[in-house]
Each structure stands twice: as C-alpha cells, then as structure tokens.
C-alpha cells in the first residue's frame, strides 16, 4: 500500500475542486437565495441554520449532499467514505452495552474489526491528500436504526456493512483508472470479504457464504454500483453528511 504514496496522481489538478465538500459560508449563501430570511439567520445558532437549511423543501438536495466527486479521486472519496461509516459503527460497538457483555472471542473479533476499518479509513484519507486529491469531509453517522444492547441487531448491521462494502469496492473497481489505486482497492475488498464470512459465521456457524451474495451460476461476488450502494448507506447518515455520487465515471 505504502506505493501509493510515492505514485503519480492521475490528472490530480482536474480532480482535486470536484470533491471539495459544501463549506458552511457557502451553505448560508445558497440557502439565502433559497428564501430563508436573514433575521432568522442571525438570531440562530450554527446547528439550528443548518438544520434549517436541511428541512427548507426549497433547497436542492445536491446542495446539502457530500459530492464525493469525479475521476479516480472521486471513487477513492467513495471508499472513503464508506470506511468513515464503518469505523464510527464499529467504535460505537466497542463501547456498547452488548459488547461489554459478549464473549472474549466476540470482544476480540469487533475490536479487530473496529481496528481495521480505523486503519483504512485514515489510509484513504493520507492517500488522497498526499496524491493531490481533496479528502470529503468527515461525516456524521446515523445509527439510530440499531440497538447496541443487542447481540442481534449489531450482528445484522455489521453483516449489513460488510456485505455492502465488499458489493462497493467490486463495484467501483472497474471504474479506477490508476493501476496502483486499483491495487489498494483490491487489498482492501479481501479484508471486507473476511470481515463480512466473520460476521456471518457469528450469526450462524458455517454460513460465511451464501446465494445472496455470490451468483450461484458464475461463483462471482456480486457487485452493485456506486449510486445502489449510497441509496443504503445514505440510511445511516444524517442530513448534510448523506452522499451524492453523481459526478463518478459509470464504466
């Protein structure tokens, strides 16, 4: 992984604008165009101008979306972004109530795995910067929908994750057009693939696999494309950190 770092970035300059988030400054000024008054501005706080802006029916959803952007760059934002979610539901795990009183075996295993996604998360960010490239800018998670008291649903939500992250990277991969970010793309899905059989034999012993994710007829893992996979994980992102995916390459 450390080539990387030293590798040529591919048209990095071409890139680089289009994965620039949405700065705050540059929300006031599209939603002050969008009909929110300005006394109102002023008389709010930070949270509650953006929770405004994020329920004004008239501003575009494009406008408060993270835009991961086009080009290599972009797709690396794209598993950056993925990792960024991960990470924050695994470290909510460590610190849950079912983890606490879970096997050492499990303990283990979800502090490896919290490990993990912490490790490529931060990876993809230091290489995307030190490429020439604009890292998105950290998200803020949703993870309202899961239980961390309960063994059943952090088991499912983390099978969720993973089943998702490896179906992203085999999406996205053909859509890489520097060998060496290719590279790193397919190191990191075989991590996500054992991550995902470990998960699964959790919830049942010898069901690492199964025709819900590879094709019974070709054995190949499924894949699903950027915009199926952010219209799951966008589930697990609050308003203004939901994805949009729109400017990567589709073939």
């Keep these: 992984m450390s080539k990387l770092l030293s590798k040529k970035p591919v048209n990095a300059d071409s890139e680089k604008e289009s994965s620039t988030p949405l700065h705050r400054r540059t929300f006031l000024r599209y939603t002050a165009g969008a009909g929110v008054a300005a006394g109102t501005l002023a008389l709010t706080g930070c949270d509650d101008i953006l929770e405004e802006i994020f329920n004004n029916p008239n501003v575009p959803p494009s406008l408060i979306e993270v835009n991961v952007g086009s080009g290599d760059f972009g797709v690396l934002n794209f598993a950056y972004a993925l990792e960024q979610l991960e990470a924050a539901f695994y470290t909510k795990v460590v610190a849950s109530a079912y983890y606490t009183g879970a096997s050492a075996a499990e303990r283990q295993i979800f502090s490896d795995l919290e490990a ?102 070709t054995g190949l893992e499924m894949s699903k494309t950027p915009a199926q996979v952010v219209a799951i994980a966008n589930n697990y992102l609050k308003k203004g950190s939901k994805l949009n995916v729109s400017n990567l390459p589709t073939e």
């Design 116 to 217: 993990h996604e912490r490790i490529h998360r931060d990876f993809l960010k230091t290489a995307i910067k030190a490429n020439g490239g604009t890292p998105i800018r950290d998200l803020d998670p949703d993870f309202t929908t899961v239980d961390f008291t309960s063994r059943t649903s952090v088991l499912a939500t983390a099978k969720a994750f993973e089943d998702l992250g490896v179906a992203a990277y085999n999406g996205a991969g053909k859509l890489i057009s520097n060998p060496v970010y290719l590279g790193l793309a397919g190191k990191i899905v075989s991590v996500e693939a054992r991550h995902a059989s470990l998960i699964r034999d959790l919830i049942a012993n010898g069901t690492f696999v199964g025709p819900d994710v590879v094709d019974q007829t």
